[in-house]
């Protein structure tokens, strides 16, 4: 199994350029997740997919939209890329979702789309 | 709403020194709490996870957790660290939705 896969690994874009990350996983997980990175400020969540047809904002997500392409892909997009999207960005996948109290919640994690945004 | 502190940003030890990085979340009740380890230029792993029973959790490569429910704390610990556990680690918490702590960056001298 291959896990989480993320594409690209790197992406340098000018400010108002668009770009979609991509994100697939084989393990069967119901859901999925869009994280950024930035020093000093740990992972915040930006998009999250519950299931398959579902999607819900997180903690930073303005400038961005997501699309769960279907049970194994989900798409973070960039319509105009902006300097402050400049980050890490890692894509998550779980059996299950957070609020079902019974599941651990334990998260798989991609390895990561470095974006620069000039 | 949930948080999660982890108040040690950047620790340095030498190596075969002893271990502790704090992790504290904000309210009680039924939670699952995490620890993930990021090495230099890979992606984020799990080290070990708290679901239920024994608060004393260990972990891969010698890593171990105690959950302290009254305390709201969910420690890491190692007895004696490896110039390869120079990584960030990250707590996390799950009630209804996962919260992520801001990290820790540990490095360790040779």
């Known amino acids: 199994n291959a896990g989480v896969t993320q594409t690209p690994k790197f992406q340098v874009l000018k400010t108002g350029q668009s770009m979609t990350l991509q994100c697939a996983q084989d393990?069967?997980?119901?859901?999925m997740y869009w994280y950024r990175q930035d020093p000093g400020m740990g992972l915040r969540l930006i998009y999250y997919?519950?299931?398959?047809?579902?999607?819900d904002k997180g903690e930073v997500p303005n400038g961005y939209n997501v699309s769960r392409l279907n049970k194994r892909e989900f798409s973070l997009r960039l319509e105009s890329a902006a300097p402050s999207q400049t980050s890490v960005y890692f894509c998550?996948?779980?059996?299950?979702?957070?609020?079902?109290?019974?599941?651990?919640?334990?998260?798989?994690f991609g390895p990561g789309t470095r974006l620069t945004v000039t | 709403a949930q948080s999660v502190s982890q108040h040690n940003h950047h620790v340095i030890l030498s190596e075969a020194a002893s271990l502790e990085l704090g992790c504290n979340y904000s309210?009680?009740?039924?939670?699952?709490l995490f620890w993930y380890v990021q090495y230099p230029g890979q992606h984020l792993q799990l080290l070990l996870k708290?679901?239920?029973?024994?608060?004393l959790v260990k972990g891969i490569k010698g890593f171990e957790a105690e959950f302290i429910k009254s305390k709201f704390s969910f420690n890491l610990r190692k007895p004696s660290v490896q110039w390869s556990d120079t990584a960030e680690y990250f707590c996390?918490?799950?009630?209804?939705?996962?919260?992520f702590g801001k990290g820790t960056r540990l490095h360790i001298l040779p």
């Open positions: 708290y679901f239920s029973g024994d608060p």
């Open positions: 997919s519950a299931s398959e047809g579902t999607t």
């Open positions: 998550a996948s779980s059996e299950e979702p957070p609020f079902l109290r019974d599941r651990d919640g334990e998260q798989y």
């Open positions: 996390a918490v799950k009630d209804d939705k996962i919260i």
């Open positions: 309210y009680g009740g039924t939670v699952n």
């Open positions: 393990m069967n997980h119901n859901s």
